[in-house]
Structures are given as structure tokens and as C-alpha cells.
């Protein structure tokens, strides 16, 4: 008889190891999207990750994670800041319900935070710097823990997980809509502007979607291949590798990672972008003053 499959087990210090294996520091801020049953089976469940987490920065050190609540299906006037639970899987639901977690306020994009520096990174989602975004102008602001993920150059990790899942690249997205706008004109800007797919747009999709048809919506939006562009800062030697059990955990400096995929889209747009974007963006650029 052939030898029967055993299960790797993962225990809350494996995990501190591994985190630790790909730079990050006590006293540090880490941001990670998670797949609980990619590692195989973890001893204490999803609080064992977030105690992995948490002891690998120590007691001066903050851990977040994405707690987004809309899927497609409800109405933003649900949202519930206490109780619209997280959808991006059972470890970022579990740090959202610990009494010691802070959520920031957004229905779309929020994030849940523990440590000293959470509460300053949850604070005011959306109450300035609006960005243009299909998700509402709030989610990416400047005023957002997004903003502060780059701005503090949190470390960023992938647990399970590839770039696929980035929900940081969104940020990109809309960070890169604003510059591209400044390049043009202030008398063309609006009307660039009202160009961009907004929520109506992506509400229509979903709709679809439920119905069973789909084809008929068309977005004018950056989008991009998260998974892509992943693998080519990889090549670039900006992601650090480690294993927890059965899964690969990645990770990446904010600021690496947000510098380096602005700069090669900005660089070669054609690579990246589906032709109608492609044509508002030289648009854009184009009608840069001077030019």
C-alpha cells in the first residue's frame, strides 16, 4: 500500500519565522492578503496567522489587513462600519472581529488594523484628496490607509496568494488616472475626466453578471494584469520569498512595489493597456502644456 498523505502542520511560530524571512522588523507596519487553506493545517486557525503576524513585528509594530465588504450584490447604503463583515476570506474576517482591531471607514476598500499605529492608519477614509476610481472617489484618497501604506513604505505580503489579489495595484490605478490628468490642460481636464468609468459603471457589470448575459459593459479604466506585473517586479529582484507550510509567502516594500509599476506603465502603456484606454491616456499625455 502506498504511504498515506500527510497534512503539514503550521503552528503561529512558523508563520513569525517566515514573515521574518522576507524583511520584515519589529516595531515595523505589514499589510497582507491570505489564503488560510493554502498552508495546510494551521494549529489555532486564522488567529494563529494574525498571532504569527503580530509576533513577528512585535508589540511596536502594526498588522493589516483588507476587510472588503461589497461583492457585487448589495447596496452601499448597507454599509454597516461594525458589522458588514470582510469577504476576502476568514483571516482578514477574524482580525476584523478582535476586540483590539480598528476598521477604517469605507465601504468598498476599507481596512482593519491591530497595533499602535492603527488607529492613525484607519483614521478618516475618504474625508480628502478624492481620486478618480471605479469604486468611488473615497476608496484610494489620499486620506486613506492605501495612502498610508505607500507613504510609511509598509512591507506588503502575499500569503498563498500571488498579485493577482493586489489590491494595492487599484491604487496605482487611480493614483496614475490623477497624474494623468494633470498633465493636461486645466479646460480639458473635466471633460478627460467624465471619460473614466465611476461605480454606475461597475454596478451595470455586476448586474449583468447576475443575469446571466454579459459582454455589453465596457470600462475606460487602466486596467492591467495584476498577476503580470507581480512576476516582472519579481525579475526585478524586489520580492522576497519564504514558505509557511504548504504555501509561498511573498513580500515586497510598498513604495518598491507602487514606484515601480507606475514607472513601467508610464513607460510603456501599449504593453499594458487595452486599446481604448490606451487612446484616452495619449490623449491625456499628449495635450501635456508644452508639448
Not at 514573515?19 to 520584515?24: D, E, L, P, Q, W
Not at 516594500?253 to 487612446?279: I, N, Q, S
Request: with cysteine.
Amino acid at each position: 500500500m502506498p504511504p498515506k498523505a500527510t497534512t503539514t502542520q503550521v503552528a503561529a511560530a512558523d508563520i513569525a519565522a517566515s514573515v521574518r524571512a522576507v524583511g520584515v522588523q519589529p516595531g515595523e507596519l505589514v499589510m497582507f492578503h491570505s489564503s488560510l487553506k493554502s498552508m495546510g493545517h494551521v494549529v489555532g486557525g486564522p488567529n494563529a496567522v494574525i498571532d504569527g503576524f503580530l509576533h513577528a513585528v512585535g508589540p511596536e509594530g502594526t498588522v493589516a489587513v483588507p476587510t472588503l465588504w461589497w461583492n457585487g450584490t448589495q447596496d452601499l447604503s448597507d454599509w454597516d462600519y461594525d458589522a458588514s463583515p470582510s469577504y476576502p476570506g476568514l483571516i482578514t474576517e477574524t482580525l476584523r472581529l478582535r476586540p483590539d482591531s480598528i476598521r477604517s471607514n469605507n465601504p468598498t476598500h476599507s481596512v482593519s488594523a491591530i497595533g499602535p499605529r492603527a488607529a492613525e492608519l484607519t483614521a478618516d477614509h475618504g474625508k480628502w484628496g478624492l481620486r478618480p476610481c471605479l469604486y468611488g472617489d473615497a476608496a484610494f484618497a489620499a486620506a486613506s490607509p492605501w495612502e498610508r501604506f505607500y507613504l510609511w513604505n509598509a512591507h506588503y505580503c502575499f500569503l498563498g496568494v500571488d498579485f493577482t489579489y493586489n489590491t494595492m495595484g487599484h491604487y496605482c490605478q487611480c493614483v496614475l488616472l490623477e497624474w494623468a490628468l494633470q498633465q493636461a490642460p486645466l479646460e480639458k481636464r473635466a471633460a478627460l475626466e467624465a471619460q473614466i468609468s465611476r461605480w454606475d459603471t461597475v454596478v451595470a457589470y455586476y448586474r449583468e453578471r447576475q443575469s446571466g448575459s454579459g459582454g455589453t459593459v465596457e470600462f475606460m479604466w487602466p486596467g492591467f494584469g495584476f498577476k503580470d506585473m507581480g512576476e516582472y517586479l519579481a525579475s526585478m529582484g524586489l520580492v522576497r520569498f519564504s514558505t509557511i507550510g504548504n504555501a509561498t509567502l511573498r513580500g515586497i516594500r510598498t513604495r518598491d512595489m507602487v514606484d515601480t509599476l507606475l514607472a513601467t506603465l508610464k513607460a510603456e502603456p501599449e504593453k499594458w493597456f487595452d486599446a481604448k484606454f490606451l487612446g484616452w491616456w495619449q490623449e491625456a499625455t499628449r495635450l501635456r502644456p508644452g508639448a
